[in-house]
């Protein structure tokens, strides 16, 4: 390709080289005029000449007008002299002579004119002034025949001429044929040189249209960059209108993460001094906390001091108010004497007055009652309220938390108010909530407390009714529900001190909704035993139970005790008057095994209260069950509900002569150890300790 030159190029070149034609051109005997046209046009120029020597009557004429030579040697001629304007100057004489012979050629002798006088014969024609000699008139032959002689002459001298000129022609033809032979060999090689010329120049036009094509593409494809670099301008104005938004968040941000470095800066600095603070403070938390357990177990300590120090048997006595429809008792019949401290102390004595109908004065009037008074660690006059009297027995049960067994009786005959005091009243009002769910309550919530010093604590009930001897699950569900399916006691494991009841369902509960529902369920129980056999709740004593087990897992430490709340059974005896029928048999035989088993109660703290080497545990149902939780350092509190109808005196006086009897039996000191189990020494007890 570097070798080709490009067509355009190649054009021009040759027509550089056609200069030297047209100069040689030049050389013809053509006008000057004739030179300045374009190299396409010589062969018209040349077209003439070929005329010329085609037609000899023209060439004759040309010939004559022209001079030979010289004209074209004599090249600087004046522009715009045309030969025209040259030739009839320099051939006027010839022209005249053509035109002579042409007419001579064309015209016929016009005829004589006879009127004109005949002329001298011989002689030239008559002159008349100014004027051509006029015509011979028809006699003077003679005169003719001169003339005639005279224009033969002429025309043979003409003719002399004309040979002439006709060589001089033959001449110059054979120069133009000559000089058309070298015009036709340059003709044939422009002609050549035309040809190249014009494929060069078809070449060059096809070239020149890929090139317009390609152009045509190259501009579409330019257009189209051109919108692309448009399109690529404006997303660059926006790149850079974002680029100058981004620029100046990052310049926020660096400010920020300045600011934000400066502050976590202080921050770090501020957590060293904490964190310096905070080990500083463990430290002290960690003393602290030993301090505090060392007062936890100083307070347990003290509070089963204040406990013992109370009695770890302690003796209630509550008088249910007179209900509707009962015999307001007489004035006097029941006193509550206030206590030493005066009538804002809680009374702690009771006044019975039975009037003996048997006993007469010997004057025949009926004997003065006779006073009977009881003393008791408090007593709770008909208007106690529920709460007044869980406060007194709260205390027993932060010692159950503590890991001393506790158990609260209600003994009492049938309808002195033992349920009413351990369950509560009829409904749903919370003002007569009884023991039970007060205690529970209280648990849960001071185990929630416990929980801050580490304490954990978990619970799990049971609530079961001795009849008869007999053991039955008050939380039996499904198939059992109702059925008396018997239980069995029996130890947890060999060499287990822990006791269970087999069959009965031990239930972990950790809320109050909890133990309602299971209350609820032992309502229902007995209700549906109820009316099986008659009226068999006031007959059997009911059980719950609940193991408290709580761990201190940080230092090792676990404690367990049970917490028993028992509704004894009826304590009323049978009518000896009364005559024994089969009923009445049933009757007695299930009055003795609940004669048997309180006195069994009462036998067993007596035995326990004088450190008797045997207690009579299995003599009951009951006091097998409850062997754990008694004696030793267990705490026992028992309410004695009295009935406040002179109509039950005797009931009543039976029932106080018994926690009388119970309340006797202070146990000056814990036999058995606490059943807090320490299982590593961590804590330390505060100096003051003693
Ligand atoms: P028990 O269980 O000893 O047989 P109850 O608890 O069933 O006796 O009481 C008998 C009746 O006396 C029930 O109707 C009970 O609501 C009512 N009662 C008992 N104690 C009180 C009291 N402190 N206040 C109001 N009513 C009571
Ligand atoms: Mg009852």
Redesign the pocket.
Known sequence: LSQQRPPLMEVKGNLELKTPLVKASSRLPLPGSRLKRGPDQMEDALEPAKKRTRGLGAVTKVNITRPRGPPLRTAPQTHGQTAAQKVPKKTGPRSTAVSTGNMLRNQKPAPAAPAAPAPKPGTAPPMVAGKKPGKRPAWDLKGQLYDLNEELKRYREKNQALDRDNQQLQEQLKEAQQQAKTLGTECSTLEEELTRVRTQAEQGQQELGHLRAHVSEIEEQLSTKEELLQELQKEQLELQEERRALATRLEEQERRQQALEAALSSSQAEVVCLRQETASQATLLAERGDQLHGLEMERRRLHNQLQELKGNIRVFC?V??V?AGEPVPSSGFLLFPPGPAGPSDPPTCLSLSRSDDRRATLSGAPAPPTRHDFSFDRVFP?G?RQDEVFEEISMLVQSALDGYPVCIFAY??????????MEG??GEDPQLEGLIPRALRHLFSVAQEMNGQGWTYSFVASYVEIYNETVRDLLATGTRKGQGGECEIRRAGPGSEELTVTNARYVPVSCEKEVEALLHLARQNRAVARTAQNERS?RSHSVFQLQISGEHAARGLQCGAPLNLV?LA?SERLDPGLALGPGERDRLRETQAINSSLSTLGLVIMALSNKESHVPYRNSKLTYLLQNSLGGSAKMLMFV?ISPLEENVSESLNSLRFASKVATCRQEHANRPCTLILCNFQFHLSRDAP
């Open positions: 509550r249910r108010p209900l008909p106690s009492g005959q049938t309808g002195s108010g033992k349920t009413f005091t009243g009829p006031s509704d009826g509900n």
